[in-house]
């Protein structure tokens, strides 16, 4: 398989999304999180958004991964010795919680025939304790495309682990939210330059994605 460089654009053999959390319990009117998200969701088009990343992936085709959160249940985190307050609020509130309509994908966003479901993360990195690694190896990818929620936790955490395993990281400014603007601001603007290897928007990468398409 030939190489590319950053500028290029995106190998169609070696490409994937990485889909985060797309649970009701964030994207869902009446969703737990939907009213912490929804201001800037609503704001940055981020359901069209996201809408619209999937269909220009599907349609070259690359491959979709749904990296998931642990869906919550009573008490799971009762032996843990070290739970972050992170991991506790969302145990509080059962925030995705199994069995519930919050924990399942919103009507826009179900896996498709040949999606990939990654195991559940306890945390903010969807690779940490689970087969996102192995699965990505076992199709060749080396460019990931991070999109859903939120900007400064998941997505961070996830692209950032991604970087450090030696992916290429994409970032789509508009296809994911956060709970503030500043916490937006400090995901794409500081953070995510230290790690991501571009940052976009949904048009600029839809165009990227089509003229791959090609080749």
């Known amino acids: 398989?030939?190489?590319?460089?950053?500028?290029?654009?995106?190998?169609?053999?070696?490409?994937?999304?990485?889909?985060?959390?797309?649970?009701?319990?964030?994207?869902?009117?009446?969703?737990?999180?939907?009213?912490?998200?929804?201001?800037?969701?609503?704001?940055?088009?981020?359901?069209?958004?996201?809408?619209?990343?999937?269909?220009?992936?599907?349609?070259?085709?690359?491959?979709?991964?749904?990296?998931?959160?642990?869906?919550?249940?009573p008490d799971?985190?009762?032996?843990?010795?070290?739970?972050?307050?992170?991991?506790?609020?969302?145990?509080?509130?059962?925030?995705?919680?199994?069995?519930?309509?919050?924990?399942?994908?919103?009507?826009?966003?179900l896996p498709q025939p040949h999606d990939i479901l990654i195991k559940e993360h306890w945390g903010g990195s969807g690779f940490a304790n689970t087969d996102l690694d192995f699965q990505l190896k076992q199709k060749g990818v080396t460019h990931v495309i991070l999109i859903g929620l939120i900007a400064n936790t998941c997505i961070e955490t996830t692209g950032r682990f991604a970087s450090e395993l030696g992916y290429h990281v994409t970032l789509v400014r508009d296809a994911t939210a956060a709970f503030s603007e500043a916490a937006l601001h400090a995901a794409h603007e500081i953070n995510g330059p230290t790690y991501a290897h571009r940052i976009c928007t949904t048009e600029d990468l839809i165009v990227l994605l089509s003229a791959r398409a090609g080749n």
């Open 1 to 73: 398989m030939s190489g590319t460089h950053a500028s290029d654009g995106y190998p169609r053999d070696r490409t994937a999304i990485l889909l985060v959390d797309p649970y009701n319990d964030f994207l869902s009117e009446g969703g737990k999180l939907w009213p912490r998200v929804s201001e800037l969701a609503t704001r940055f088009n981020l359901l069209a958004n996201m809408r619209s990343v999937l269909g220009a992936a599907r349609a070259v085709p690359l491959p979709v991964f749904y990296v998931p959160h642990h869906r919550s249940e």
């Open 76 to 109: 799971d985190l009762a032996h843990w010795d070290h739970p972050t307050p992170y991991q506790m609020g969302a145990s509080r509130a059962q925030v995705f919680a199994k069995g519930t309509w919050g924990g399942e994908w919103h009507p826009d966003f």
